[in-house]
């Protein structure tokens, strides 16, 4: 790996300060070629139990300090990112594939909710309460829950963890992470700048290993932790919440999306296209907010199609590090299976491959972004997350209908409505069951705002102020005459 500082390519876990080795090795492959990037420890339950006691020792000290003093360490830790920027996004495309310029993306998207909580944390504010005894005073305060576990996803290997770390963090909690053990390089690299910027021992503890459930069963359930965040499939996050349930320890779910991308017939079909390459394409489809259905009404229907087929012929599929490269691989071979099973799936019950719909010559884990028409609802490509570059397109006449088709899910991460007509535009915004909807738009995620799902896809929120209420307990005080 050609970076231009080599200490940011660490292969160890992160505990109380030091990198530990482990007697078993991970091998960590660039998805692109295969090629061997790393070997890294391979984390145990003993680890992680190893690395909540270090967090929870770290506590008391690192929950003393005043929102200045921490926020202060946080924008060294941000600004450090920004410095390595080059490193960070080499080091993401090669283990997770994505291509260079999303993965730039990513490492600044990530980085800003460091910064943003860095801001956030000195406004913590509790309340004095109007009393219903004039003898007794009234008041709230809001104090940091204690040691936060996180488990994260491979898809965004960077921002998926700041997005937890920096609100928790920045509440005064101390951190365990366990990133998924594909994308391990980028969260080593973090904790690596984390102590650069001045962290403290044991306020950023990071454990990976091959054992997910072994480690996670110490995660969910250690008395030490006191919240558990998960960002990954919902199959998981099930598994972890009954986990949680047994010591009652709070908890956040970031699961998975069944998108449906609505273009009505008033919709700008440019602006529609656009915003469906964009939310569908984007990391090769493996995103929880990825389009899963789009439905376009019968009377733009040839029109939109056409125009994303163009956009998609239009697509570069390579190396994440090879110039002018828009689309990578996929994450691993079982996942590009299972892509090209869909397809082939979905034209045997009668769907048209219009674009793509193959393997391809680049290596074992490339699948040609696709375009699909004559989908129908019941099918298994509208029903499952999708996870991949398909784009499946259905017909629809009628606006309740199609709203009624949309919330047929038991998911409710992220929707796409596309109309130029405001009053339109708001009642559809308003009838979708999803924790975010985007309208005219496909990339919607920012600091400043709270994402998260309803129904199955998940359990509180990420982002903006929101998501800062999640690593804080409310504590209410009585004062008696
Ligand atoms: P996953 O299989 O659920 O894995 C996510 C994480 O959980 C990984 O770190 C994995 O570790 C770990 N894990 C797996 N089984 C576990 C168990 N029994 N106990 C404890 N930990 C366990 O999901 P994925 O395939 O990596 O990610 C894709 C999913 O994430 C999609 O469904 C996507 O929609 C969702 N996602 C949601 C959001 C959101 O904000 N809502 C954002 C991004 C992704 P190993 O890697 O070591 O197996």
């Known amino acids: 790996m050609q970076l231009t ?13 030091e990198w530990r080795d482990a007697a078993g090795r991970i091998d960590v492959r660039d998805p692109a070629s295969g090629e061997l990037l790393a070997e890294i420890a391979d ?48 080091i993401l495309t090669l283990e997770q594939g994505k291509p260079l310029a999303e993965a730039r993306g990513e490492i600044l998207y990530g980085a800003s909710y460091i910064e943003w909580y860095a801001e956030e944390c000195r406004r913590a504010y509790g309340q004095t309460i109007p009393t219903h005894n004039p003898a007794m005073r009234l008041q709230t305060i809001r104090q940091p829950v204690g040691v936060v576990a996180c488990i994260t996803p491979w898809n965004f290997p960077n921002a998926m963890i700041t997005r937890k770390a920096a609100p928790a963090l920045a509440a005064g909690c101390t951190v365990v992470i366990k990133p998924a053990s594909e994308t391990p390089l980028s969260a080593m690299a973090l904790c690596e ?18 054992d997910a459930p072994a480690l996670g069963q110490v995660l969910t359930q250690h008395p030490q932790v006191a919240k558990f965040t998960f960002t990954g499939s919902t199959a998981v996050g099930k598994i972890l919440m009954a986990q949680c349930a047994s010591g009652v320890k709070k908890m956040s779910m970031e699961l998975g999306g069944n998108a449906p991308f609505i273009v009505f017939d008033d919709a700008d079909l440019d602006t529609a296209v656009s915003a469906c390459v964009a939310t569908k394409f984007r990391n090769a489809g493996q995103t929880c907010v990825s389009t899963n259905r789009i439905y376009v009404h019968e009377s733009v229907h ?62 074992e884990n ?33 606006e309740d209908d199609v709203i009624r088709r949309a919330n047929d899910t038991p998911y409710g991460l992220a929707a796409y409505v596309m109309s130029e007509n405001i009053r339109r535009a708001n009642r559809v915004v308003e009838a979708l069951e999803y924790g975010m909807v985007a309208c005219n738009a496909g990339v919607f995620s920012t600091t400043v705002a709270p994402f998260g799902g309803s129904k199955e ?25």
């Open 43 to 90: 984390g145990t339950a003993a680890d992680a139990q190893e690395a909540v006691v270090a967090a929870a020792a770290a506590f008391p000290t690192w929950k003393s300090k005043t929102a200045s003093e921490r926020a202060a360490v946080l924008k060294r830790w941000h600004q450090l990112i920004l410095d390595n920027i080059d490193d960070l996004a080499l």
């Open 366 to 398: 490339y699948f040609a972004p696709t375009v699909i028409t004559g989908v129908s609802d019941e099918m298994r490509i509208a029903r499952e997350e999708i996870f991949g570059p398909l784009a499946p397109v259905q017909k629809f006449t009628d």
């Open 193 to 210: 700048l984390a102590t650069r910027a001045g962290l403290p021992a044991g306020t950023i503890n990071m454990v990976v290993g091959s």
């Open 302 to 363: 040839d029109a939109f199609v056409e125009k994303l087929h163009a956009a998609v012929a239009e697509m570069k599929v390579g190396h994440g590090c090879d110039e002018g490269v828009t689309v990578g691989p996929l994450i691993h071979r079982r996942a590009a299976e299972r892509v090209a099973q869909l397809v082939s799936e979905t034209a045997g019950a009668g769907a048209k491959v219009e674009f793509g719909g193959d393997f391809l010559p680049e290596g």
């Open 5 to 17: 500082d080599k200490q940011l390519l660490k292969t160890q876990n992160y505990i109380n300060g």
């Open 457 to 481: 896809s998940g359990i509180g929120r990420e982002g903006g102020v929101e998501g800062m209420a999640e690593f804080y307990e409310t504590k209410y005080c009585c004062f008696g005459a």
